[in-house]
């Protein structure tokens, strides 16, 4: 896709991908993705972030559209991730003249990235930078999803360049939110892979763009952002917010392939409530992935249900159990429970993911040979009584 202009002096350089499927061997993209990266002129010239190596040639030649490399002023590397820093090197050596803006965490990493010391004026001391009639001001947004990123504020166009921040894994040669159809999908699930581990780092830079009078938001990802541009952090900011819960909520995940298993779900929330607790019960196979990380994140604890088959945990429960590293956990405790047949490999299994994410566990786990009896269902509903004691207690 050849440079286009975004606003007066401010064009877009970078790179689209749309036959990818999968980000990062991640994040499934169902309209590919593109790699943006963008230039300000003032009298002075920069170019904001590169693109992924292999479109390198692209980006240059993009780039020479627009000006000699060798007149480029200023390099701004908001984030050190390779599918923006991946043809630094190449501008770097095209424009040897520029000096490079970056955090020093990004320095860091494109050091360990590019496999050499780096020279680069740290914003934490430069915080903003003069091109002549136009301002690169400099806004820590650690965590957003790299300790390194920064955003990069135009205030004489009122440009916010946040990076990976508001972006979306959609290549639409339109470019422009209000020409993509059916956008918000593609903008929650980037938000829920990405940016979801890092609620409280969202809330915080949010704020911290909260007085910017917004008129364009450009993304490292997918369509610049136009319309009513300000709802756009809007949304971060609900979605990155916790409902507030007045008691203790206790969430069970389970899979079964008998029932025998969501029977003793059944009995251990029988259990739960004989406390002053909030019960949410969720049989994994009936919802969506967006439901499972709201309720993972919400809980204060967690109980976890899968029988064993094959010697191992119900491949659904394993995706949960997956989704417990996408989002902030609070959790205090944890426990597993499951049916079994021979072997009973499953609660131990759940058990271990468990402490591999850092979630103590307690009570052990309880886990009964094929059908509970009417005495299994009752240890069922003592277990639940102990784990909501437990949550309760904090
Ligand atoms: Fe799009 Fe964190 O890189």
Not at 129 to 147: E, K
Not at 192 to 215: G, T
Not at 267 to 285: N, P, Q
Request: net charge negative.
């Amino acid at each position: 896709m050849k440079p286009f202009e975004i606003a007066p002096g401010v064009y877009w350089i970078g790179a689209t991908h749309p036959e990818l499927r999968v980000f990062d061997d991640l994040l499934p993209t169902r309209r590919g993705t593109t790699y943006n990266a963008y230039l300000v002129r003032g009298e002075k010239t920069a170019v904001i972030d590169t693109v992924k190596a292999f479109k390198a040639d692209t980006f240059l030649d993009n780039l020479r559209t627009l000006v000699d490399p060798r007149k480029v002023d200023a390099i701004i590397v908001n984030h050190a991730e390779p599918d923006h820093s991946g043809a630094l090197a190449r501008l770097l050596d095209a424009a040897p003249q520029a000096r490079l803006y970056t955090s020093k965490a990004a320095r860091l990493y494109l050091s360990g990235l590019l496999g050499h010391s780096i020279e680069a004026l740290p914003v934490e001391d430069h915080p903003e930078v003069s091109l002549g009639g136009r301002t690169l001001r400099f806004i820590p947004a650690p965590f957003l999803h790299w300790p390194d990123t920064i955003f990069t504020w135009l205030p004489e166009e009122r440009i916010l360049f946040p990076c990976d921040a508001f972006g979306a894994h959609c290549c639409d040669e339109r470019m422009y939110d209000n020409l993509v159809p059916d956008l918000e999908a593609d903008f929650h699930a980037y938000f829920d892979a990405l940016m979801r581990p890092y609620r409280d780092k969202v809330l915080a830079a949010v704020e911290s763009i909260r007085d910017l009078d917004l008129r364009l938001i450009c993304p490292s990802h997918g369509p610049i952002l136009r319309t009513n541009p300000k709802q756009y952090p809007e949304r971060y900011r609900q979605w990155a917010a916790l409902p507030e819960i007045a008691k203790p909520c206790i969430a069970i995940l389970y899979a079964s392939a008998h029932g025998n298993t969501r029977r003793m779900a059944e009995a251990i929330a029988e259990g739960l409530r004989t406390l002053d607790v909030v019960v949410e019960i969720i049989h994994v196979t009936e919802v969506d992935e967006s439901r499972l990380r709201a309720a993972l994140e919400s809980a204060d604890g967690l109980l976890i249900g899968s029988p064993t088959i094959v010697r191992d945990v119900l491949p659904p429960l394993w995706r949960a159990l997956s989704l417990l590293s996408t989002v902030k956990v609070r959790a205090r405790h944890a426990a597993a429970f499951g049916s079994y047949g021979w072997s009973g490999e499953a609660v131990g299994m759940i058990e271990q993911r468990l402490r591999d994410m850092r979630l103590p566990v307690t009570p052990s786990g309880l886990r009964f040979k094929f059908a509970p009896t009417a005495a299994d269902l009752e240890s069922c509903r003592r277990f639940g009584e102990r784990f909501a004691a437990e949550t309760s207690a904090g």
